[in-house]
């Protein structure tokens, strides 16, 4: 019998936000495979690292950071094929992956290339947008309001629209895209209203005034914006 495949959401960091189900099958797993970005460590990793044990096997995705998608979907080509190998072996393979794996998480490209073939169950995890509410104390949607999400790296005018018809917005994947969100907040008198945090749930966690934004944000950074008078007061 082929093994069982789980792709494991580990929250925004902190281990204690990992939930009981996460921590239940990483510490009993034969294998363990997550995602490391080329030339460095494994942030999923750090978050379960006290509760790998010793004598499971690791399985290392090497992603590259580049714009163009085809090396990153070659690393993940032989990541399936690895897992696969463990699955077909009769191993189960626990997946760690940061944040949710369907919410912008590095599982749904392994899910894609395996779910059809081998049994698999996805646990989901606190995601990076509730972190950040969260540690900033900004409820995200109150009543019938609409949350908008965005990733930091679509283009100003695209962005500036998607911003401008939103009720609420949050920013993702920041990085070196802060000059040209802050533009876009600038332009459409949204400053004030927005909130930077930076790395949720971590001990070098930063929660700052848009206007206090630090000039080089990580890639692990969020944007909160409301807009007029807060719906969870009245």
């Not at 490391?36 to 590259?64: M, N, Q, W």
């Not at 993940?76 to 897992?83: F, H, L, N």
């Not at 894609?112 to 969260?134: D, I, M």
């Not at 070196?176 to 971590?202: M, P």
Request: glycine fraction near 8%; hydrophobic fraction near 45%.
């Amino acid at each position: 019998m082929s093994g069982m495949l789980y792709g494991i959401g580990l929250g925004p960091g902190d281990p204690e936000l990992m939930t009981l189900k996460a921590y239940r099958l990483i510490s009993g797993a034969e294998v363990v495979a997550y995602p490391a970005l080329s030339g460095g460590e494994s942030f999923a990793r750090s978050i379960a690292a006290d509760i790998i044990s010793d004598d499971t096997i690791e399985v290392t995705i090497h992603i590259p950071m580049t714009v163009e998608r085809s090396p990153a979907q070659a690393a993940y080509d032989q990541g399936a094929a690895d897992i696969a190998g463990h699955l077909d072996a009769g191993r189960d393979v626990v997946v760690l992956c940061e944040g949710d794996p369907f919410f912008y998480g590095t599982f749904m490209y392994l899910f894609a290339r395996l779910a059809g073939k081998y049994e698999t169950e996805v646990v989901p995890g606190v995601t990076s947008v509730t972190a950040c509410a969260a540690v900033a104390g900004r409820p995200l949607t109150a009543r019938n309001e609409m949350l908008t999400i965005i990733p930091g790296p679509l283009d100003e005018d695209t962005m500036r629209v998607r911003i401008a018809e939103a009720e609420a917005v949050v920013i993702m994947k920041v990085g070196r895209h802060l000059e040209k969100i802050r533009k876009v907040l600038d332009a459409l008198g949204l400053t004030e209203n927005a909130v930077y945090v930076e790395r949720a749930s971590l001990q070098s966690q930063k929660v700052l005034p848009l206007e206090g934004a630090p000039c080089d944000a990580p890639y692990f950074s969020m944007i909160l914006v409301t807009k007029g008078q807060d719906p969870w007061l009245n």
